[in-house]
């Protein structure tokens, strides 16, 4: 069975037009769903050259999440581009490995628009690595931070314009609480009674969400150009040696906080547990990890972090386990429009999720503030260190 076979017939269809539609050399073999995202469609398409298998990306961009594909395109193609530049000038050899590469339509457009309006888009597969849902050791955690911290730096150049706002407000945790309580008092799906304790964990915790924007405001923390989505599966792994190949998913790529990136690394990749494990117990945040994570992100940035920057690195790590398990339990409340689901009531197994690794790293958090400070006096520039 080819593995397009996988898919619906109409789904097989579109499949068909749209790996047709990019300017690929060769004949399509099949497509077939790929990886785990939560929000865009994923296929690995495969076409026959010359003889051999070829692999490629493609993606429909979700548009219900993302209002104008047009500026998400454009955005990573400036990205993407200013990526390479950056990797040439470091002599790094592999640049096909280590920066996206998208593939224009056969028009020479950077998305192809569906009958639905739809866009999608084309990327070479990046062979020989992998993403992977959950940390396993603490070097996933290293190679993993420090290609994020890297990443932003690479973007400190960028040239132009400011990047486009692909998703307004995207992290602004005052506005996402409101949801959630616009949602909890509307109940439209009659779900609240099922989850009244993980509301009132959220609301005791009201204030964290104004401490970031509040020191943005008083220019004590910069705005830079962030990934803004920095789980742990949005980095490739080399298969062979661990260490990491290429920053993916650059969708919500946009000028922000680096302390959203860093919390989200450190939400997903300083516990050793699924994001939607429903056995709570092994929810923990692992110091060995966080300490790994630290030393890694600040490898990669302290080129070019402010010692205010720094400081705040911890507080981040409690921030977005918080922020996305409160929006996991607005999803859940307005009956899972934005989250894919694969099960019942997956979005509040994930709401919890998050809210039981915040309480751990609360209880943690003199040492986690400790490990984060330690990193920061280590790699800072100023103490001479690389
Ligand atoms: P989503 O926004 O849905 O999370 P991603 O852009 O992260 O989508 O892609 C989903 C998965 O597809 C990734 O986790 C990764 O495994 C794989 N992937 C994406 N782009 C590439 C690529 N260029 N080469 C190889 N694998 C890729
Ligand atoms: C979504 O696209 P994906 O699965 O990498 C979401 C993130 C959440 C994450 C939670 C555009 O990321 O903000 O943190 O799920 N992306 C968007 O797993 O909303
Ligand atoms: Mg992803």
Not at 318 to 326: K, N, Q, S
Request: charge should be negative.
């Amino acid at each position: 069975m080819s593995s397009d076979e996988r898919l619906a017939p109409p789904a097989r269809a579109l499949a068909r037009d749209v790996a047709t539609a990019f300017a690929v050399p060769g004949r399509w073999v099949s497509s077939a769903p790929w990886g785990s995202g939560h929000i865009n469609q994923t296929l690995l398409v495969v076409f026959e050259q010359d003889g051999r298998m070829q692999r490629y990306i493609q993606q429909r961009i979700n548009p219900l999440v993302f209002p104008d594909p047009t500026k998400v395109m454009e955005n990573l193609e400036r990205v993407t581009a200013h990526q390479r530049a950056v990797l040439a000038g470091e002599g790094v050899r592999d640049l096909e490995r280590r920066a996206l590469e998208l593939v224009p339509t056969r028009s020479g457009a950077l998305s192809f628009v569906d009958a639905e309006g739809a866009h999608w888009r084309t990327y070479r597969f990046i062979e020989g690595a992998s993403s992977h849902d959950v940390v396993r050791t603490p070097k996933d955690a290293a190679v993993a931070a420090e290609a994020f911290g890297r990443f932003q730096a690479q973007l400190t150049g960028l040239p132009g314009p400011r990047l486009h706002e692909t998703i307004p407000r995207f992290h602004d945790g005052r506005a996402r609480l409101e949801a959630l309580i616009a949602a909890a008092r509307t109940d439209p799906c009659r779900r609240l009674p099922g989850c009244r304790a993980e509301l009132e964990f959220v609301l005791a915790r009201e204030a964290m969400v104004d401490r970031l924007p509040s020191l943005k405001a008083s220019g004590a923390l910069p705005e830079r150009i962030t990934h803004n989505d920095t789980k742990f599966n949005n980095v490739l792994l080399d298969d062979r040696t661990g260490e990491a190949v290429c920053v993916i998913d650059l969708d919500t790529v946009m000028p922000g906080l680096v302390h959203y990136d860093f919390g989200d690394l450190a939400r997903t990749a300083t516990c050793a547990a699924a994001e939607d494990e429903r056995d709570l117990s092994r929810v923990r945040a692992d110091p060995a990890l966080f300490a790994a994570l630290c030393e890694g992100y600040l490898r990669g940035a302290a080129s070019f972090l402010t010692p205010a920057e720094c400081a705040e690195l911890a507080f981040s790590a409690r921030l977005l386990p918080l922020v996305i398990g409160l929006r996991f339990l607005t999803d859940h409340l307005t009956g899972d429009r934005y989250f894919k689901i694969h099960r019942e009531s997956h979005n509040l197994d994930r709401c919890r999720t998050q809210l039981s690794l915040l309480a751990s790293m609360e209880e943690q958090r003199g040492l986690m503030e400790e490990l984060a400070a330690r990193a920061a006096e280590r790699f800072s520039p100023r103490s001479g260190e690389d």
